[in-house]
């Protein structure tokens, strides 16, 4: 991550590791740091163009879909990584739109109380984002 730019994530623990999380050992980043690896993913340049599309693809079938994708128009690709624990809920990841451009879009949460009414709040909050990129900038 160091070589892509990121300077401050920090990865403590793999997923569902109960003994270091046990510990207070918990992995931690910045929506700079996840804006870059997305965009080094996005355009090719993390580890390779191949090792990116690779990325690309395994983050597309992406299962849990309650915040970035949610209220975006089916035709509209996400390839996003999600991740949550008690308190805390982050999307980040490339929105693919139709027209062949993309944008990296990075949500953060933490300190919530309600994990349904925060994955709400984060679909608006993307929709918004499409919106302009559709009617504002991007046309």
Same mark, same amino acid.
């Given at each position: 991550?160091?070589?892509?730019?990121?300077?401050?994530?920090?990865?403590?623990?793999?997923?569902?590791?109960?003994?270091?999380?046990?510990?207070?050992?918990?992995?931690?980043?910045?929506?700079?740091?996840?804006?870059? @690896?997305?965009?080094?993913?996005?355009?090719?340049?993390? &580890?390779?163009?191949?090792? !990116? %599309?690779?990325?690309?693809?395994?983050? +597309?079938?992406?299962?849990?879909?309650?915040?970035?994708?949610?209220?975006?128009?089916?035709?509209?690709?996400?390839?996003?990584?999600?991740?949550?624990?008690?308190?805390?809920?982050?999307?980040?990841? @490339?929105?693919?739109?139709?027209?062949?451009?993309?944008? &990296?879009?990075?949500?953060? !949460? %933490?300190?919530?109380?309600?994990?349904? +009414?925060?994955?709400?709040?984060?679909?608006?909050?993307?929709?918004?984002?499409?919106?302009?990129?559709?009617?504002?900038?991007?046309?």
């Amino acid at each position: 991550m160091r070589d892509l730019g990121a300077k401050d994530i920090q990865v403590r623990r793999g997923v569902e590791d109960s003994k270091a999380f046990a510990k207070g050992l918990n992995n931690s980043t910045t929506a700079y740091d996840l804006m870059l @690896i997305f965009d080094r993913i996005a355009t090719g340049k993390a &580890v390779s163009p191949e090792a !990116s %599309k690779a990325m690309i693809a395994t983050l +597309l079938e992406q299962k849990f879909n309650d915040a970035i994708p949610a209220k975006l128009p089916k035709d509209v690709r996400v390839a996003h990584k999600t991740g949550s624990i008690t308190g805390v809920r982050h999307d980040s990841g @490339i929105v693919l739109l139709p027209d062949g451009r993309q944008y &990296v879009l990075v949500l953060l !949460s %933490k300190d919530i109380k309600d994990d349904k +009414l925060t994955s709400s709040v984060m679909a608006t909050v993307s929709e918004w984002i499409y919106q302009y990129e559709m009617q504002g900038r991007g046309k």
